[in-house]
């Protein structure tokens, strides 16, 4: 199992920026990929950036493309994603997730962070 914990998030009014951290702890050696993903309420939750853990790779959902960026330290086992120029619409809890495989399903979640951008 891979334990993870989210931070930063928060409040920020539209056009702005905020930057959301994901630590990983124990079987990182298993992980394939992280990613972010979001739930508005009402909505079910939704892919907005994954990251391969070796190589790299990022896909974006095309609603954050160009605006948000998906980083990580591997020696850190840190996942990162900076959002910039904010909408509301971008209002969500966001979790951050892995998966030990390109088939698998992401398995491991974060307990998620708030945020809340206002127009």
């Known amino acids: 199992q891979v334990q993870l914990v989210e931070s930063g998030g928060g409040l920020a009014q539209a056009g702005g920026s905020l930057r959301l951290s994901c630590a990983a702890s124990?079987?990182?050696?298993?992980?394939?990929?992280m990613g972010w993903f979001r739930q508005a309420p009402g909505k079910a939750r939704e892919l907005v950036a994954v990251?391969?853990?070796?190589?790299?790779?990022?896909v974006y959902a095309d609603s954050v493309k160009g605006r948000f960026t998906i980083s990580r330290d591997n020696a850190k086992n840190t996942l990162s994603l900076q959002m910039n120029s904010l909408k509301p619409e971008d209002t969500a809890v966001y979790y951050c997730?892995?998966?030990?495989?390109?088939?698998?399903?992401?398995?491991?979640w974060g307990q998620g962070t708030q945020v809340t951008v206002s127009s």
């Open positions: 997730t892995t998966r030990s495989s390109s088939l698998a399903a992401y398995s491991n």
């Open positions: 124990g079987r990182t050696f298993s992980i394939y990929d």
């Open positions: 990251i391969t853990w070796s190589g790299g790779r990022t």
